[in-house]
């Protein structure tokens, strides 16, 4: 994405608001709603499953969640989120979930406008983040009703729709739809900003007088006292791109900054050599292009797929749609009880499970199985060159009609490299195979791009000493608040601190939001908190400052 120079910034002094949501995923727009006055109580109609649980929230059953004491509500709970608040928020909307139930959830919405926080969701495109970018004829892992957002059930957005034995699944289309209906239906749209892209995020001191802070332009020391003591303010700068392609820039102060990104931004690589080769993609999208371009079909060489999840998955199902032959290298075993095909039921994801049947089934070595041993080769160098073939050994054994005979699995293999002629390099089983190839899709991961923090926000991980991961280095937040255990002021939610499904991402957005209430209710008779006076905050529009400062003077 192009940047702006700093000298296109206007010089006089940037608006200060509350809170700047960074994304505006499900995520983003689940704080949004929370944000602006809505707020979960217990339904008196209902009966929790969990009678402990139950009995905590008869306790204080005319208060708000936002208001109690999440870790005590949270003491106890088990589900398939590492975070407490995830698992609370998830089994308050959906009780039993993980048990095939579908129970109504115990809260009732009801909204203040007077606990309206003023704050701004800045995102790329529009509400929904990631999901206008995905295949929209897929099917999700997620049941519809578990992408679904607080105050809104997902079958009334899409008329009740159901398929067959999979038919609570939905497809990305109909998610990103839902999300952009949601936001119009609850009245969200006056927080959020579309096409706008942060470049820079800086914690500035607040000093003394607004003359020391305006001068003050370089990051923060972490280990400033008066940062730490709650006396700091953010920096946010980006610029939003209009319709007709001009980039206007913006500049921000904000009290509170939430990087709610997900974790799509960039794609894992394997790092081996030509990688970078122009038949090389990293995403799946490629694939759908190429095909329906025409130029993959039965009779060309066959795309070599990388990794064991669901985006490879998704991958060697349209590849086998379209007669495409493939070939399947994972490093894992099929036996590997860490598989996700293994956490999947057969009857919810029988497409994944053909999958999987076939990477245990059609595998290279069975395939080769009956083809006469060789003799040992004198060195790498003519092994290599002995094995280099047009095209694969493909399986000539009978298989069932429901399966793909052009395809190939390679478990326990990795890539050794890619070369310019289009022939790629496997080691497995202490020898190496190399194949002619159309094209490669190499999905194994995306990781988050934080480009616009300091050091791109590898010190907030769990282990500083290494780039922020989803799932192998999460940011490091309070349990509870979600606040970055090392920068106060900054929170994050999502895949960034670990939850990678949407039922689990809403108890971010509980969390946050409880926290910045109480925070507030702290600060009500201080005057730095005069914006919160402003109950109705509308940003929508071009961002510019004289746009938002008309609405916080």
Not at 471 to 478: M, R, V
Not at 498 to 511: C, E, P, Q, S, T
Request: glycine share 8%.
């Amino acid at each position: 994405m192009p940047l702006l120079e700093e000298t296109t910034l206007p010089q006089e002094r940037p608006p200060t608001i509350p809170v700047v949501i960074i994304g505006n995923g499900p995520s983003g727009i689940c704080l949004s709603y929370l944000l602006s006055g809505y707020k979960p109580y217990l339904d008196r109609k209902t009966v929790h499953p969990n009678p402990i649980l139950y009995r905590k929230l008869q306790e204080a059953k005319h208060i708000p969640i936002t208001e109690q004491d999440l870790e005590y509500l949270s003491e106890g709970l088990e589900g398939r989120s590492r975070n407490p608040v995830g698992v609370l928020f998830d089994t308050l909307l959906h009780p039993n979930a993980d048990f095939g139930y579908e129970l109504p959830s115990v809260l009732q919405w009801r909204r203040d406008k007077t606990q309206h926080i003023p704050h701004v969701v800045l995102g790329r495109s529009t509400p929904g983040g990631a999901w206008h970018a995905m295949e929209g004829s897929m099917l999700t892992i997620s049941l519809g009703i578990w992408m679904e957002l607080p105050g809104v059930n997902y079958r009334d957005l899409t008329n009740g729709k159901r398929r067959d034995v999979t038919s609570d699944r939905a497809t990305p289309e109909e998610i990103s739809s839902y999300y952009c209906n949601y936001v119009k239906l609850k009245g969200l749209q006056k927080n959020f900003i579309d096409n706008t892209y942060v470049t820079s995020v800086q914690k500035l001191c607040r000093g003394h007088s607004e003359e020391a802070l305006e001068e003050h332009s370089g990051p923060a020391d972490s280990g400033n006292s008066e940062c730490v003591s709650g006396g700091a303010l953010w920096e946010v700068r980006g610029y939003q791109q209009l319709q007709s392609h001009t980039h206007v820039p913006f500049s921000l102060f904000a009290e509170n900054v939430v990087l709610a990104t997900g974790a799509s931004d960039s794609p894992v690589r394997l790092g081996v050599e030509g990688e970078d080769l122009p038949f090389v993609f990293h995403s799946i999208s490629d694939l759908g292009q190429a095909v329906s371009r025409k130029k993959l079909d039965m009779n060309s060489d066959p795309v070599l797929i990388v990794g064991a999840g669901l985006s490879a998955a998704d991958a060697v199902l349209c590849a086998c749609n379209s007669k495409v032959k493939v070939l399947h290298v994972f490093r894992k075993s099929t036996s590997d009880p860490d598989l996700i095909f293994k956490q999947l039921p057969k009857t919810l994801y029988p497409e994944y499970h053909k999958v999987y049947h076939m990477m245990c089934s059609q595998t290279h070595s069975a395939a080769s199985s009956t083809a006469a041993n060789r003799p040992p080769a004198a060195s790498i160098a003519f092994s290599v060159c002995a094995k280099m073939c047009p095209k694969p050994q493909l399986p000539s054994a009978k298989l069932s009609e429901h399966l793909f005979p052009d395809y190939t699995s390679f478990p326990e293999h990795c890539v050794v490299s890619f070369q310019p002629d289009m022939k790629c390099l496997l080691q497995g089983n202490n020898s190496l195979k190399a194949f002619k190839v159309s094209m490669v899709l190499v999905l194994i991961g995306t990781n988050p791009n934080l480009f616009f923090l300091k050091g791109q926000g590898q010190y907030l991980g769990l282990d500083p000493t290494k780039p922020v991961s989803c799932k192998q280095n999460p940011i490091d937040i309070e349990p509870f608040t979600y606040e970055c255990t090392k920068e106060p002021g900054l929170f994050a939610m999502g895949p960034l601190v670990g939850d990678n499904f949407v039922r689990f991402i809403k108890g971010g957005a509980l969390g946050i939001a409880t926290c910045l209430l109480k925070n507030i209710k702290k600060k009500k008779n201080s005057s730095i908190m005069v914006v919160t006076r402003l109950s109705e905050t509308n940003v929508s529009g071009p961002l510019t400052k004289a746009h938002i400062n008309k609405h916080l003077k």
